[in-house]
């Protein structure tokens, strides 16, 4: 009974062997974090259109659902800038400008969001996100990284500019209004840019955020921030969150849908990434779909508790694991933090300017455009680099949620392309071996008149089976010089039932051409489903080896019986005055075109 309740509550089996040095790792952990949470969340909240007191009722209760429900040992869930600008993207346009509705859809989507998680957890469905590559991903959030960078320039600018996702018209705005900017706001956000950069080169244990929130509100306070017209944070309502049931509609629901798909979706895969990395650092495993289970408890219980979506954050986890953490009670000290805060603090926020939030949100972004792995795709694999760049330009054009899908769908596209059309070669001898290898690749590989090897390194089933046929029906099988053709099959782990209709129609096609064929290196579920197709009795259990070397022999063996044959009935056509029948030309067959070699 207590292992079933460990295994539902990742902490419980966390905390079994317990000890001082954990203990110590998790204090210092959950204290660093928690400071670093304050001006982020706050910061971040902007970008989602909320007020910044939302930015530390996400980094609340979540994180306590998390700590109960996750796996991972050292991931720090919250509010991320990636998560809020999907936020703003799927809510602004339904809450027709008015605040109230504004946040109450948002906790409806933080709901959903978790309901989504929670469900594709329990059902196992964490495999899903497979089908959002890296290249699309790191295509998506550099192209979000710079939409959230410019998107707050309104702040940086002192300026009212109207939100929008697409950086012409933030560009244009704040063009319009250039004779309208607010300097001394101006010094204000580049000095915390300068101090967050200059910082974090210089020691990333300091909190740089704090830093320069602290910095900038004593200079407001101290020259009397409300004659400044400088924009500052202001009243910041005092207390814990209090308990709210998301009030909906049918239609919120089904307008929300497609925000809550893709929040859930990138939020869970920008967790699992940067966890799988801690978790193997650190010598534990890693369940996916309990992970699923536990954003999805974070969401849902912050949901009722005025919290807009949260999930795991890179540049926090880092921090946390480098603070010692070792078990999710980290997470518990930094919910602490953010407690006292919102039942003490909050007063000494009141001078904040906005224009230092906007700093905060701008160097953390711009960590977020990936020009690294592009150039890394640029010369490992410029198909996935092709990904990469179509979601960045799909999302900066045409939108936060179209250019996901894109994305999505341009994979889907090119998975679907590479199943189809998989890597094919024919074969040769490497001299003095048995071994057999791609001609293309090895081109002292020796080659023979009467025997063609091929191979298809890939799955045979009907999305491919045109390939196949295509790879076999290029051989010449008219040539006199070819007596059999060998497939080694030993790539091959699946074959479904068309491809056994097609395998018939080949063996069918080389008889008819007086062609032998031969299957090696077949496996055994591979073997299995020929036997029940017949594919098995068809060629015969002598033209079925477990290695192409022998499979090539027994195609030699035949040919001299064949040979033999021919011979005697020709000495005997000769003793009844006939002619004796013509032999074979033996001329090269031609090579078959293929795909770049693996």
């Not at 994180?63 to 800038?81: D, E, H, M």
């Not at 699309?136 to 410019?150: D, N, P, Q």
């Not at 020929?530 to 192409?548: D, T």
Request: some cysteine.
């Amino acid at each position: 009974m207590f292992a079933k309740l460990r295994s539902a509550l990742p902490l419980l089996d966390q905390l079994a062997n317990y000890n001082s040095s954990a203990l110590k790792g998790d204090l210092s952990a959950g204290l660093t974090v928690g400071v670093m949470l304050i001006p982020q969340g706050m910061a971040y909240a902007l970008i989602a259109g909320l007020p910044p007191i939302y930015g530390l009722y996400a980094a609340l209760i979540p994180l306590v659902g998390y700590a109960i429900f996750g796996t991972s040992r050292q991931l720090a869930v919250g509010p991320v800038a990636l998560i809020s600008l999907l936020v703003a993207a799927s809510v602004a346009p339904l809450a027709e400008g008015d605040p109230s509705r504004y946040i109450m859809l948002t906790l409806v989507l933080t709901l959903m969001v978790g309901v989504l998680q929670l469900a594709m957890g329990l059902l196992r469905f964490g495999f899903l996100v497979n089908f959002l590559s890296h290249p699309v991903l790191s295509g998506f959030t550099s192209a979000a990284a710079l939409i959230i960078g410019f998107s707050q320039l309104n702040h940086l600018l002192g300026v009212d500019i109207e939100r929008s996702n697409y950086i012409h018209e933030i560009v244009w705005a704040a063009l319009q209004q250039w004779e309208a900017i607010h300097w001394p706001t101006v010094a204000i956000g580049l000095g915390g840019i300068a101090i967050l950069v200059a910082l974090r080169r210089w020691s990333k244990a300091i909190p740089g955020a704090l830093v320069v929130v602290v910095l900038a509100t004593g200079l407001l306070w101290s020259v009397g921030g409300d004659d400044s017209n400088v924009a500052i944070v202001g009243d910041v309502p005092g207390g814990l969150p209090g308990f709210v049931i998301p009030a909906f509609t049918w239609a919120d629901l089904q307008a929300l849908i497609p925000g809550a798909l893709t929040i859930a979706f990138i939020g869970f895969m920008e967790s699992v990434a940067v966890a799988k990395v801690y978790a193997r650092r650190n010598g534990y495993s890693l369940d996916a779909n309990k992970e699923l289970v536990g954003l999805g408890m974070a969401n849902v219980a912050g949901a009722f508790f005025q919290a807009y979506p949260t999930t795991g954050g890179f540049s926090r986890t880092a921090v946390n694991a480098d603070a010692g953490a070792k078990t999710n009670a980290a997470a518990l000290v930094s919910a602490g933090v953010i407690a006292l805060t919102l039942l003490v603090l909050t007063p000494l926020f009141y001078y904040m300017p906005n224009a230092v939030l906007a700093s905060i949100v701008m160097v953390a972004v711009s960590g977020l455009v990936d020009w690294k792995e592009a150039i890394y795709l640029w010369r490992v694999d410029r198909r996935d680099l092709m990904l990469m760049g179509i979601t960045f330009v799909a999302t900066l054009s045409f939108g936060i949620e179209e250019g996901i899908i894109a994305g999505v769908i341009v994979s889907l596209i090119a998975v679907i392309h590479q199943s189809a059309t998989p890597h094919t070669a024919i074969m040769g001898r490497l001299p003095d071996s048995t071994t057999y290898r791609n001609l293309k690749r090895s081109p002292e590989a020796i080659t023979r008149a009467d025997i063609m090897i091929v191979r298809m390194d890939a799955a045979l089933y009907f999305a491919n089976v045109s390939t196949f046929k295509d790879l076999i029906s290029e051989i010449d099988l008219n040539n006199e010089a070819l007596r059999a053709i060998v497939i080694d099959m030993y790539p091959v782990n699946r074959v479904d039932s068309t491809a056994a209709h097609a395998l018939h129609e080949v063996i069918e096609t080389c008889h008819e051409s007086g062609v032998d064929l031969y299957l090696a290196g077949l496996k055994g579920p591979v073997h299995d489903v020929l036997n029940r197709a017949g594919v098995v009795h068809e060629l015969g259990p002598n033209h079925i080896f477990h290695e192409v070397h022998s499979a090539v022999q027994a195609a030699e063996a035949a040919h001299r019986n064949e040979g033999e044959d021919s011979t005697s009935d020709a000495d005997t056509a000769t003793e009844i005055g006939a002619s004796p029948a013509p032999s074979r030309a033996t001329k090269q067959p031609e090579s078959v075109p293929t795909e770049a070699d693996a």
